[in-house]
Every structure is written in structure tokens, then in C-alpha cells.
């Protein structure tokens, strides 16, 4: 009987021990299309070394058979991409362990078909003729699993708040009747109404319609050309014109400066007559000096010979 109880007591204080870790808490599955990835989290930093998670999943219902994904792994998340059915509805459970000691094992009940979020479509092609835009989008991996319909918002890239919205069934969408030579931004996102689950839209796309020009419009084009070249061979013209005015020949032209007056045009010399009368004999001797210093007089200011006319007159 005391061995019993000596039996009991440490197997007390062994599972007392072995619980002693803490379960991982917020413990949530991000399923987005097929993609299925495990994530919780964790109070363990009183430890001094860091600890492994084990998960594994079962059926719904069905305790005994459980499979595992992970074992051992020192992240806060599993992958369970390709191991569960998407119409299965499963029990996923993950613990804590360090050596001999491990946690309570924290459940989760998952459903695919059901707790699935759409991805949005991981491309789109925009094509356009003159007042159409033509999307083509890319498969969704999701078409396999469930009917998906393609919700396309559109509007025009000055008028945001009008946003439009057209669905399709088809990956190959057209917006027609737009107008022409306007930019018109695109967002494109999936739907299913038979699990009423959406996807978020893609980022938006902008592109321009194109249009076919009018007759007026060449026209109009090209009168205006014609008036561009108009006025640039004006322009020319009076650029030439003040530059050949502004010409001023060479001072070398035949030796002389353009600006010096003609010699014919040149101030003569001119002189005022004087009369000299020979003295008579009976004139004194001295009156002969004051009648030749008297003789002639010049005027003009100037002693320099022209070359035209004599240097010297005489009545």
C-alpha cells in the first residue's frame, strides 16, 4: 500500500512538472486561396533558452487520428498548405515543449470552404481601341473550387468620386462607350456568391482611350502649323533685316575714313587783297618798313596751303 502511494505521488508531481509550460494563445489559421498557414503566439520569455511548438491536425470529431505538420519547430507558425481538403472541416491543435516539459494543447476548429479569404488577382492586362478598355485577368487558382465572378471599379482619373462598378463572368472583361482622349483608372477584385466571400481589389491602373480624329480636327492641325511657320519665317526675316542694318563698312575703303568730308567740300583759304604801292623818291626811308608790313593780311585761322588756289595775291 505504500508503494502505491509512493507511485502515485511521483507521477503527481511529474505531470504537475510536465504541464508547467504555457499554452500558446491567439492561435488563428490565415487561409488565403489554397494557401493555409498556422500562427499564434507565445509568454515564455522567463526562460532562458528558447522552446519548439509542435501541431497536427485530425477531422472534426475524430480525436485519435491525428497527423502531424510540425514537430519541433521553433517558429510561431505552421504551414498547412496542401495538407487539408478544401470542403473537410478539421480540429488543428499546437503545444509548447522544452525537453521533458511540454504545455496543454491550445484547439482550433477549421473549416476551408468556409473561413477562406480570396486573394486578388495577381495580374491585369489593359488593352485599348479608341473608346474601349479591355481587361484580361488572370486566372484565379480559386476557379477550381468555386464560381467566381469579376468586379471591376472604373472611373475617370479627374473625377474620383464618380466610381463605377460592372461585374463579369468572364476573365476577359470589356468597358465600352467611354470618351475619347480621357485616362480612366481600373481596380478588379474577385467574388463568389455562393460562399459571399470577396477579395480585396488590385491596386489601381491608369490608361488613356484613344478616339479617331475628325476632319475639322486635321484642320484645324494643320492651320495651325502653317501659322507656326509664318510667324518663325517673320522673325527671320526682321532678324536679318536689323542685322544687315546695322552694317558698317571698313575705315580701309580707299585709305580714307568713311565719315571724312570730300576734298572738293574742303574749306578753302581765303585771303583779302592788298594793294602795295612802290615808294616814291621823295619818301622818307622809313616809311618804306611800316608799307611793307602792312602789304597783306590773311584770314581764316589757318597757314596751310589747300593745293587748289595760289598762296599769293597782288593789285
Known amino acids: 500500500m505504500l508503494l502505491y502511494l509512493h507511485v502515485g505521488l511521483y507521477m503527481l508531481i511529474f505531470c504537475s512538472v510536465s504541464t508547467s509550460l504555457p499554452s500558446p494563445y491567439d492561435v488563428k489559421m490565415v487561409a488565403v486561396d489554397l494557401n493555409y498557414t498556422l500562427w ?13 511548438f509542435t501541431a497536427d491536425y485530425a477531422l472534426w470529431r475524430d480525436d485519435g487520428s491525428y497527423k502531424l505538420v510540425c514537430k519541433g519547430s521553433g517558429q510561431l507558425w505552421c504551414d498547412f498548405t496542401n495538407k487539408l481538403n478544401f470542403r473537410g472541416t478539421y480540429q488543428i ?78 476573365c476577359h472583361a470589356s468597358l465600352t462607350a467611354l470618351k475619347l482622349w480621357t485616362e480612366y483608372c481600373v481596380q478588379v477584385s474577385l467574388y463568389s456568391q455562393d460562399y459571399n466571400t470577396g477579395s480585396n481589389f488590385t491596386s489601381p491602373q491608369c490608361v488613356s482611350t484613344t478616339g479617331q480624329y475628325l476632319a475639322w480636327q486635321i484642320g484645324l492641325a494643320v492651320l495651325c502649323g502653317i501659322l507656326v511657320l509664318v510667324v518663325l519665317a517673320a522673325m527671320m526675316f526682321l532678324r536679318f533685316r536689323r542685322k544687315v542694318g546695322e552694317y558698317k563698312p571698313p575705315d580701309s575703303i580707299l585709305g580714307l575714313p568713311f565719315d571724312h568730308p570730300p576734298l572738293l567740300e574742303a574749306q578753302e583759304m581765303s585771303c583779302e587783297v592788298a594793294c602795295v604801292t612802290a615808294p616814291s623818291p621823295h619818301l622818307v626811308p622809313d616809311t618804306t618798313a611800316e608799307l611793307q608790313s ?16 595760289s598762296g599769293e595775291e597782288s593789285c
Not at 499564434?40 to 519548439?52: D, I, K, S
Not at 481587361?135 to 465572378?149: A, F, R, T
Request: proline share 5%.
Open 40 to 52: 499564434w503566439a507565445w509568454r515564455g520569455t522567463h526562460l532562458n533558452h528558447p522552446v519548439n
Open 93 to 170: 491543435r499546437v503545444r509548447a515543449e522544452d525537453k521533458n516539459l511540454h504545455s496543454n494543447w491550445t484547439y482550433l476548429r477549421f473549416t476551408p470552404d468556409e473561413d477562406v479569404l480570396l486573394g486578388p488577382p495577381s495580374r491585369v492586362d489593359i488593352r485599348v481601341h479608341r473608346d474601349i478598355i479591355i481587361l484580361i485577368i488572370s486566372e484565379s487558382i480559386m476557379s477550381s473550387k468555386m464560381v467566381l465572378k469579376y468586379h471591376v471599379l472604373y472611373w475617370e482619373q479627374l473625377k474620383p468620386e464618380q466610381k463605377m462598378l460592372k461585374v463579369f463572368e468572364n
Open 294 to 309: 602792312g602789304c597783306s593780311q590773311w584770314s581764316g585761322g589757318s597757314e596751310q596751303d589747300s593745293g587748289i588756289g
